[in-house]
């Protein structure tokens, strides 16, 4: 083909992480043409904690993407304080009874892979750019020289950026979003099986972060280790991640008799909203479409599911997909990403954070239903208590949403 001239594919997805691979999966595997354009190449890392909770778990068997290499994880152990709680994960009959840590370079891969054996071309180290015509539909990418036409551009790109501003599909100003730094280290503890997070951060004030710390064994021999933020606390703008990672480390060092940091820690975005999550021609999916759990930073689950969607809705009318998908992913999600950003707005204020924790690691039964609910780990089928509570949430924090911002901690 001559530099230049263009392509067409009934499908066109820019960024090979989760949420792209997994689109292209279920649409190859039916037999739609599909373009992925990746900036980087193939086996890249993503900073982030490698956890999979159950959900995610779920998405993977979906797509019969089950890698070997990932660590069973059987729970979470929750520390608040001087208060340690060891949760197994909740038991549904929506979801599998374990979770899992999975390096990203090795998850993503396999997820690649398995796009590029149903069939989908994959093209690596290839920025692609949304084309825009006239009446403002997204007809295309611009990538490596070419125009390449599609019925559907799935915008699977990340933390918004270039490609996202170009259709509109930012980050929402008001709205919360977190930060995150990670390593990884040696330690004799990488198979323990369970995930481990510690809810009682403060900065070098003693100000109560809405956030955590966690060690996340792989059970290669290493322990994921990072530390993470939400932006409604107060002093966000000042908040030193790489200090914050240090103390928590100095921490826990003994405990888990970690190594040095195998590499420098690094630091990345969450996005928890987008103004935009479709328009004629596009759907934007997984932390593009600001799809990441504000209770917990979880987005991996999120970007499948919601990558699987798009491809299914495209194949049964690639006409109303757009519109469709964004009813559907919300109808799935919305409101509890929405209680889940009203919720951080709540423990953005250090007060209401340290009573709340005194509450949701009091007893083994608030910390069980803490974890269902937070996890998003709750069954609509058989919701019990975890369902009853997360209904409460819901009702009293929309009720109290325009105080929480009106006196964010973050000003
Ligand atoms: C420190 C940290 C820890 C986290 N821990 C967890 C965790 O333990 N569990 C969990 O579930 N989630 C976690 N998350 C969130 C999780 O990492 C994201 O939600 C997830 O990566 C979203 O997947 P995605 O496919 O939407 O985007 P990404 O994984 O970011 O993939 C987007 C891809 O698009 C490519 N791209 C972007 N623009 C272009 C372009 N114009 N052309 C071509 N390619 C492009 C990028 O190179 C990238 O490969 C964490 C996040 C951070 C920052």
Redesign the pocket.
Known sequence: MEPGSSEHRDIVV?????????AAIRAARAGASVAV????HHG?D????????PR?VGALRELKVEPDEAHRIDGLRMIAGKRTRELAWPTTSRFPAHGA?LP?RIL?AHLADAATEAGAEIHWS????PVIDDHGRVIG?D?GERRWTADLVVL????P????RLVGAERIPDEPF?????SYVESPRHLDRH?EACLTLTDEHGVAIPGYG?L?PAGDGTV?I?V?ALSTMKGFTRLNLNRLFESYYATVRESWDLGEPIERP??????MSASRRHGPGWVA?????G???PM????????LE??ILAADLFLDDPVTAPARYDREVGDRFDAFLRTGRRFSFLIGHPWILRSGLRVAVGTQMAADITLAVMGNLVDSETPGMSGRVLRLADRVLAAADPLLRRTRAAR
């Not at 993503?46 to 909770?53: A, F, H, I, Y």
């Not at 977190?178 to 990670?182: C, F, Q, S, T, V």
């Open positions: 820019i960024g090979a992480g989760p949420a792209g691979s997994a354009f990746e900036k980087s890249r993503k900073v982030c904690g490698d956890g999979l909770t995610a840590v990203r993503d290839t920025e692609a750019r990418v990538a699977a790109t990340g933390a950026g270039a490609a996202a977190g930060l995150a730094i990670r995930l966690w996340f994921n990072g993470g690094r630091a990345w975005r969450l996005p999916i997984g932390d593009a479409a799809l990441v759990n917990n930073g979880e987005g991996i689950d999120y970007g919601s990558g």
